[in-house]
Structures are given as C-alpha cells and as structure tokens.
C-alpha cells in the first residue's frame, strides 16, 4: 500500500526532481491498476534499481479505455474522475495530457482543479478544438492562431496559486507539416507569455526533426534569456534512448500509450484463445493469477488492517478436546454424531457464520480422529494426569490476540457468539439460569456461578441478553444459592488473555500441592478453578446472560433431545 502523500508536496516533486535528475521518465496510466503499475516497476541495471519517476494520464489512453475516440469527447468531469483514481493509489508525480485545454474560460477551470488535485503539470497541444490524434495519419491537423495559443497560457498561470504547478505547451508544427520555423516562432512566444515547458511532437520514425528543434531551442532560449524544460514523446522515433534523448536537452521524456496498447493486445489474444479452445484453461499463461492481483490492488494490505482492527480477524476459537468421557468411551466427545453430523462440525458451522476463522483444537484421548481441515491443532499427551486448565494451556500460542474459549460437548446457535462478540468486557463467560427448571442426573455436576446482583424474578424480558459481574463460580456451589450455569463458552480479549496468562504463570511458579479451589492440586485444576483465582485477585469476570440457543451432551439422553431438537429445525 503506497504512503499518503499531500497534494502539495506532490505537485513539487517534478520540478523537483528535474533539478535533481536533469531528465525525468514518465510512463502512461490510464487507470488505478495501470497506475499501480507504473508507479512500481523497478527492474536492475549496471548494478542499480531504475524506476519511473513519474506517471502521464493520457488523453488517447483515458477515452480509449473508455471505448471512446480521441478527439476531445469525453468530457473534463469524466478525465478528473480517472486523475482522482490515479493519484489514490499513487505518490509519484502526475502530468495530465490537457488536449488543446478547450476554451480560455474551460482551460482556467481544468488549472484550478489539476493545481487543487496536486497535479504536477498539465501540457495542452496548440491546435484547434476539437482536435483529432496526432498520430493519426488521415486526421487534418489544424493549428491555433500563437496569438490567441499564447493568452490562454497567461490565463492559465494567472488562475494557479503555487509556481509548483507546470503549464506546458505541446507544439503540433511538425505533425501539421508547418516546419521547424514555424515551431521555433510558437516556442518563442509560448516562453514569452509564461509558459513552464515547452514539448515538441513528432509522428516521425526517426528522431531528426525533435533532435533539430532541440539544438535550436537551446539557441532560442539563450537568446530570451530563460529556458523552461523540454519536453520529448518518443512513440514513433522508438529506437532513440531516453539517455540519448536526455543528452540532446530533453527534461521530461514521456512513454505515452504503451500500457494500454500492451493491455489491448493482451485482451484480443486472451479472448480469442477461449473460444478457440471452448475453455480458459489454455488461456493461463497470457494471465496474472489472481493472487498477483491481490497483491497489487492492496488485498494483503485491507487483510492486515482487518487483522488489526478486527475482533473476528484478530482472535482466535479455542475448543479442548483432549479428555476421554467415562460415557462416550469409544471416540473424543467432539465427535458425537448428532443427526448425520459431529459436534465439532456443528460447532465449526456456527463459529464460521459469524466470520471466525482462526480456530484451534486441543486433541488428546484418539486425537488422530479429529481431522477436519482448516484447524490448528495442539497436542496434549498428559490429558489422564492433569485437567481441563493445563489442557487448555497447550493452545497458549493461540492466546495472544485474545480468544474465545468453547467446550467440546456443547452446541449452540451463533447468535451466543455474535453476542459475546459485541461485549465490552475483558473476560465474559456465557451464563444461563434455566438450569433450576430442568432435571439433571445425579451425577452431573454444573458448572454454577453467583453474581454480585440476582437476577430478575422475571423469566421472561425484553432484554435478549445483559452483562452482570461474577462473584463466585465452581461445581461445589449449592444449586439453591447459585444464580446462573457457566454453560462453557467463555470470551478472553486480549488483555483478558493477558490477565489468564500471567494469573496461570504466577500459580504455576509457585508450585501450589495443595487444594486449588475446588481441584485437589493446581496440575489437577479446571478452568473455572483458574476463573476463580483471577476473580480472588481483584479482576472482573463478566456473565453474558443467555436463555436458549444451547444444549449438552452430557450423555446419552442429552444426545437423544438434540436430535429430536435438531429433526424439528430441519
């Protein structure tokens, strides 16, 4: 992606650089992705990187591009639409091909605009309007009255604000066939009424007559006592080198059509060979891929910044996965089939609707059954020494941006994401209070939380979901005093990643034996062991409340209404 460059530092660089150089090359551009283009090709040379050192927006190339003619049809809103384009996309300096700059009043206007744009200089051609293209060889060429040529130069310069901007004469005498002496009498009274550069045209194979008209101009310029830069456009007389050109006086040399000729030939070829082969495939090696498109419009650079400004870019989907159920012994819980799919794949659908794709894994007990593309996986070999906490901690790497954490053994509708990722809270476990109206085996054990407000006597609310602030959390909390279930889908943002990570270290470091919480021993703690400690330690811990749109697979009844729930939605 280019650097932002102002208008006004812009439109000095080619005086600038003509200074500094002595001679500057200019390529045509007729579009952003030419102007890429031309703004970037660099190739080695004797040891050194030469580059264009500057970009010319071309009338010939605009309107054809537009599947227009070249005699002044289409208008100056439609060309400053395509300037604008060009200098969004670039930095170097920009010279507008301003036709004959139609009436004095029309050139005065087309002044302003390129000068408040940052154009650097504009070159208007000494014929009359509507002019025709000069290297058409059929075209009559009719060439403005000097005198009247002349005026609206003054009235150019009198309307510009900055000496930065170059108004420059383009003298047509060679093309019309009116001779040298003629476009030496034109230069003379252009330089007289304040012109800043001077270009000379030829439709020639050989570069005679501008190498000519260049000796002289040196003479005439000594004799007016002040010599503006000249200007060379070498399209027909091609086999002259810019460096020579250079050598003979010229100061801008411009390479005026040659991307989009290249481009159209490309096009002619590329659509011709499709039909001749009935496919694209034979097509392939006249195309850039699409990734160097990518890459040249600037896909990688809108990527980085979604990346950085991005929560959904940014963070990543944590789900353990490493433990062996005492029910579901034959396979990880992750792979539960519940109506013809497994619940990591159900699980993958829903994290990837709401634009979540960083996800990670924890794979333990027969780990090599869980395969699924497009996932990162961690290994967690020690999944029968230790618990859930140390599990998750495998992943760490996946920590850093901030993560959502989701256990293996649930499903749930995206929305509970899309919810917890509008929340403004470091760390916010998804909660849920209609445990108290369902029945439970007696051996499962909930993950129950007490907030520091009660909820609402109210089951039913206009609010879909609300934060509150946790106090306590584990599965020895008595249901009669609890308020809510950790249902195992928890939000960590960076910082609150942070927070774990430094909490977890700190307990880790000290060599805790004893009781942790509710575990037996810190190697032996859960997440909501760990929870608790960094709420203990004076850190908020957020509750989203949720009242549906989930359901456990706690055994096998659980997996039998999941079905029944999921054949009703389908």
Request: proline share 3%; net charge positive; hydrophobic share 35%.
């Amino acid at each position: 992606m280019k650097k932002d460059i102002s208008p006004d530092r812009r439109r000095a660089l080619l005086k600038k650089l003509i200074k500094e150089k002595g001679f500057v090359r200019i390529i045509e551009v007729h579009n952003g992705l030419s102007a890429l283009i031309g703004e970037r090709a660099r190739v080695k040379q004797k040891n050194e990187f030469i580059e264009y050192d500057g970009l010319w927006e071309s009338s010939f190339t605009d309107t054809a591009s537009k599947g227009m003619p070249d005699a002044e049809i289409v208008g100056y809103e439609s060309r400053l639409q395509t300037i604008d384009e060009i200098l969004n996309v670039t930095s170097k300096p920009l010279v507008v091909d301003g036709d004959t700059g139609g009436s004095p009043s029309q050139f005065e206007f087309l002044v302003k605009k390129l000068e408040r744009l940052g154009v650097s200089a504009v070159i208007i051609e000494d014929k009359v309007f509507p002019k025709r293209n000069s290297l058409d060889p059929s075209a009559r060429q009719t060439l403005e009255n000097p005198e009247r040529f002349a005026q609206k130069i003054q009235r150019g310069n009198d309307v510009k604000i900055s000496n930065d901007f170059m108004i420059i004469a383009r003298i047509e005498s060679l093309i019309a066939g009116t001779g040298l002496e003629d476009a030496l009498k034109r230069a003379e009274k252009y330089i007289k009424a304040g012109v800043d550069g001077i270009m000379i045209h030829s439709k020639e194979d050989t570069p005679e007559d501008v190498l000519l008209f260049a000796k002289e101009y040196e003479k005439l310029c000594k004799k007016i006592g002040k010599r503006p830069p000249l200007v060379s456009v070498p399209t027909t007389y091609n086999l002259i080198t810019d460096q020579e050109l250079a050598n003979h006086g010229f100061n801008i040399i411009i390479h005026a059509n040659h991307l989009l000729r290249s481009a159209h030939k490309a096009m002619k070829q590329t659509a011709e060979t499709i039909l001749l082969n009935d496919r694209n495939f034979e097509a392939e090696p006249l195309c850039s891929s699409v990734q160097e498109i990518f890459k040249e419009v600037g896909f990688e650079w809108i990527k980085a910044q979604d990346r950085k400004y991005s929560k959904e870019q940014k963070i990543s989907v944590i789900i353990p996965a490493a433990g062996k159920d005492p029910v579901f012994k034959e396979k990880p819980k992750a792979l539960i089939d519940i109506c013809g799919k497994t619940i990591l794949k159900r699980q993958l659908e829903s994290i990837r609707k709401i634009g979540l794709r960083n996800i990670a894994v924890i794979r333990g007990f027969k780990g090599e059954m869980i395969n699924q593309k497009n996932i990162i996986y961690y290994e967690n070999p020690d999944y029968e020494k230790k618990h859930s906490l140390h599990s998750l901690f495998t992943a760490r790497k996946s920590m850093d941006n901030g993560f959502i954490l989701i256990y293996s053994d649930i499903l749930f509708n995206e929305e509970i994401l899309r919810s917890l990722m509008q929340t403004e809270g470091d760390i916010v476990l998804i909660v849920d209070n209609s445990y108290r109206y369902h029945k439970h085996d007696i051996d499962k054990k909930l993950d129950l939380v007490i907030s520091k407000t009660k909820p609402s006597s109210y089951y039913r609310t206009l609010q879909p979901s609300k934060m509150l602030e946790i106090k306590r959390i584990g599965k020895n909390i008595e249901k009669k005093d609890a308020d809510y279930e950790f249902i195992g889908i928890a939000y960590f943002s960076e910082k609150g990643a942070e927070i774990l990570k430094k909490v977890y270290d700190d307990c880790k470091n000290k060599n805790i034996k004893d009781n942790f919480h509710e575990a037996i021993s810190f190697e032996k703690a859960g997440i909501t062991d760990i929870i608790q400690e960094i709420i203990d330690r004076g850190f908020t811990v957020n509750g989203l409340e949720v009242y549906k749109g989930w359901i456990e697979i706690h055994n096998r009844k659980d997996k039998e209404i999941a079905e029944e729930m999921i054949s009703t939605l389908t």
